[in-house]
């Protein structure tokens, strides 16, 4: 689930479809990984596997990174 966003225009984007602030060749992409954030209820659920999920370390401690 997406309990908020920091990058303004991404979350207008993931709201209306407006790709304004965002590249919009990635569009399709950014709609995939936002819809599948939305429908997760935990961090594993992103871990598909045609996808890398890597759990991050050092600063990011606690975080995951997600590449298609």
């Known amino acids: 689930m ?3 966003f920091k990058h ?3 979350q207008e984007f993931y709201e209306t ?3 304004r602030g965002i590249n919009p060749d990635h569009g399709s992409s950014l ?3 936002l819809d599948r954030l939305d429908a ?3 961090p594993l659920d ?3 596997p045609e996808y890398r999920f890597p759990k991050l370390s050092g600063r990011d401690k ?3 990174s997600y590449r298609d």
């Open 31 to 33: 709609a995939h990984i």
């Open 17 to 19: 479809g407006n790709k």
């Open 62 to 64: 606690g975080t995951w």
């Open 8 to 10: 303004k225009e991404l």
């Open 40 to 42: 997760s209820v935990q």
């Open 46 to 48: 992103m871990n598909l």
């Open 2 to 4: 997406i309990k908020s």
